[in-house]
Antibody
Framework: EVQLVESGGGLVQPGRSLKLSCLASGFTFSNYGMNWIRQAPGKGLEWVASISSSSSYIYYADTVKGRFTISRDNAKNTLYLQMTSLRSEDTALYYC??????????????WGQGASVTVSS | DVQMTQSPSYLAASPGESVFISCKASKSISNYLAWYQQKPGEANKLLIYSGSTLQSGTPSRFSGSGSGTDFTLTIRNLEPEDFAVYYCQQYYEKPLTFGSGTKLEIK
């Protein structure tokens, strides 16, 4: 069974940093691209960042570019999101999601349950 | 960026009825359109990809149609477990973008 479990969330002050982790199991992690998606309280889904299976290709949303860093450790089956210079508008539930290719482009076929990040003084 | 306009934002229906959710892209995305279901306490579920292909495990009462800029999610013969929030998402290009969601509630 495919499982994605996020951790590392919490309450953090504006301007500080936080690192999220996503532990994958039930599939060969190193074969799949991965994504982070977030959802602010009461709002919709917002894509944050993507990383290819070998970390060769990395993409960010403009709202986090220069502040967040996506990375992965295939030996540890773990995806990361390093978040710096956090703002109140970064408050959200952060999901990791696996990307599978059906044809030429990837779609997110498995999601974790999310890690909550609250940015507040 | 590709903007995804989803409607309606809220829908009330009774079990057994059929509902239709629309999703419009600001430019052609071919058929690179996915539909997701979100329920409290559960992982988000991929229902449909490539505009109309059911993900393994998705009940046949769900169907998707469309290509280019206009897409529709149809749910026929609603079951109690279908009442949830639904999102469309384009994966034609980065940044990946989602519709604003449709909350389907029991009438």
């Amino acid at each position: 069974e495919v499982q994605l479990v996020e951790s590392g969330g919490g309450l953090v002050q504006p301007g500080r940093s936080l690192k999220l982790s996503c532990l994958a199991s039930g599939f060969t992690f190193s074969n799949y691209g991965m994504n982070w998606i977030r959802q602010a309280p009461g709002k919709g889904l917002e894509w944050v960042a993507s990383i290819s299976s070998s970390s060769s290709y990395i993409y960010y949303a403009d709202t986090v570019k220069g502040r967040f860093t996506i990375s992965r450790d295939n030996a540890k089956n773990t995806l990361y999101l390093q978040m710096t210079s956090l703002r109140s508008e970064d408050t959200a539930l952060y999901y990791c999601a696996r990307e599978v290719y059906y044809g030429l482009k990837g779609v997110m076929d498995a999601w974790g349950q999310g890690a909550s990040v609250t940015v507040s003084s | 960026d590709v903007q995804m306009t989803q409607s309606p934002s809220y829908l009330a229906a009774s079990p057994g009825e059929s509902v239709f959710i629309s999703c419009k892209a600001s430019k052609s995305i071919s058929n690179y359109l996915a539909w997701y279901q979100q329920k409290p306490g559960e992982a988000n579920k991929l229902l449909i990809y490539s505009g109309s292909t059911l993900q393994s495990g998705t009940p046949s009462r769900f169907s998707g149609s469309g290509s280019g800029t206009d897409f529709t999610l149809t749910i026929r013969n609603l079951e109690p477990e279908d009442f949830a929030v639904y999102y469309c998402q384009q994966y034609y290009e980065k940044p990946l973008t989602f519709g604003s969601g449709t909350k389907l509630e029991i009438k």
